[in-house]
């Protein structure tokens, strides 16, 4: 299933015009904002990279590049190899929030269950949490034949307007998602496949009675995505904590999405017994999935 003839997304650089970049005032120190840029950098490529590399890749002047990787470097964060002059981030840096990781999935292994989902079924994987009236891409992992897409991390859409967003509200109580859905309509947000709060709490209604958001309107035309909560101990529909609600979207081509659909079931089934011992989720392969 992970080979087909369609392209899960379009080669686009662009994020898609329903995204939503994090509003970060005036507030953001400059150099700060490239320091986690850089590591982000480094996250993606996931190889070491040399300084002509990291300046084309981002954009940023080359003296505030030689400049904070040098500093990096010096505080523990990077290693530098002389030979190949080349930059690499030091397990410092997969130290720093591993035990955000490890207090809430102590036996999982979340990044790989996320490999082998968009291995095993040939689409992109998105891992996002609340932040306000947003859902927050933390994670993406490419379908191995898109080089580049409007998904990207750290970005977002209103919760109210995804399905992923519908996974995450059906783990909120009642009264944040009233504050959440007033909020979005009253700032004028781009929704797409809602239009006033009767909308918002059928939508949310039917996701915790499925345990899951199947969806080709809340997203991108031409597109599908199947997002769940994650909950834990046992318990489907619970959050890890109220502050500490996640989900995961499975997204590609709509019409792939519908062929396979599944399949797809079967192997997020498989993914979270075989990688995510934490996590409740058992979705039923025999019944007809619903759409949101």
């Not at 993606?44 to 590049?65: K, M, W």
């Not at 190899?81 to 840096?93: A, G, Q």
């Not at 970005?155 to 998602?177: E, K, Q, T, V």
């Not at 949310?204 to 809340?218: F, N």
Request: with cysteine.
């Amino acid at each position: 299933m992970g080979q087909n003839s369609f392209e899960p997304y379009p080669r686009l650089s662009e994020p898609s015009n329903l995204d939503i970049k994090p509003d970060l005032g005036s507030g953001v120190v400059k150099s700060a904002q490239r320091v986690f840029e850089i590591l982000e950098l480094f996250e993606r490529i996931q190889r070491p990279a040399r300084v002509a590399e990291i300046v084309e890749l981002t954009d940023f002047p080359q003296s505030s590049v030689s400049m904070l990787l040098r500093s990096m470097e010096k505080l523990g964060y990077l290693n530098w190899d002389p030979e190949d002059r080349t930059y690499v981030p030091s397990l410092r840096v997969n130290m720093l929030g591993g035990w955000v990781h490890d207090e809430t999935l102590p036996h999982s292994l979340l990044r790989t269950a996320m490999r082998e989902l968009s291995s095993r079924t040939g689409l992109t994987v998105v891992l996002g949490q609340p932040n306000g009236r947003f859902v927050r891409y933390a994670h993406v992992v490419l379908a191995s034949n898109v080089h580049r897409s409007y998904v990207h991390q750290g970005m977002g859409r209103p919760l109210i307007g995804s399905a992923l967003g519908y996974a995450l509200l059906s783990g909120l109580d009642d009264g944040r998602i009233g504050r959440i859905a007033h909020a979005t309509l009253a700032q004028g947000d781009k929704v797409r496949g809602t239009s006033d709060l009767a909308q918002v709490w059928a939508t949310v209604e039917k996701t915790r009675r499925l345990g899951y958001a199947y969806s080709t309107r809340h997203t991108t035309p031409g597109f599908a995505s199947f997002s769940f909560l994650l909950g834990l101990n046992g318990t489907p529909g619970v959050p890890v904590k109220a502050t500490n609600v996640f989900g995961l979207a499975l997204a590609a081509h709509r019409q792939y999405c519908e062929q396979h659909i599944k399949e797809i079931i079967v192997s997020i089934n498989q993914v979270v017994n075989e990688y995510l011992p934490d996590i409740y989720v058992d979705f039923d392969d025999e019944s007809p999935i619903e759409k949101i």
